[in-house]
């Protein structure tokens, strides 16, 4: 039985690269910003959950907000972040009867290698 609901040709993939171009690239900034605003982001969370509201300066949490949009909006489509820094993508597919998942990084030209589900990117295979 297959593991996930949605399943992507290559072909599917390639076209998104354009716009998955430009959410990693998002995601990758936002980590960055998440990184250097930790310990306001730490203060902003604690004043949150003490009173029960939301006082002035939790601003510093918008950009884990947004994080969260992106990673909510990529599992609803079926594609899995796997790794916002480096910008490492996944897609569910059925390769030769198995499913399997695409494996995409930012910094890659194009859709090139999968692997299965239990060896992750470590066991990355050419298309």
Do not use: Y
């Not at 980590?31 to 310990?39: C, D, L, R, W």
């Not at 009173?51 to 899995?80: C, F, R, T, Y």
């Amino acid at each position: 039985m297959p593991q996930f609901k949605k399943h992507f040709t290559p072909a599917e993939v390639r076209k998104m690269l354009p716009q998955l171009r430009k959410i990693g690239a998002r995601a990758q900034e936002l980590v960055h910003i998440i990184q250097a605003q930790q310990s306001e982001i730490n203060q902003a969370m604690k004043r949150v959950s003490g009173n029960g509201h939301q006082p002035a300066g939790l601003e510093v949490l918008e950009p884990l907000s947004e994080m969260q949009k992106i990673i909510n909006d990529l599992q609803k489509a079926g594609i899995l972040l796997k790794d916002p820094v480096r910008g490492l993508f996944d897609f569910p597919t059925i390769l030769n009867g198995e499913e399997v998942l695409l494996c995409w990084e930012l910094s890659e030209e194009d859709l090139g290698f999968w692997h299965s589900v239990e060896e992750g990117f470590a066991g990355r295979k050419p298309l």
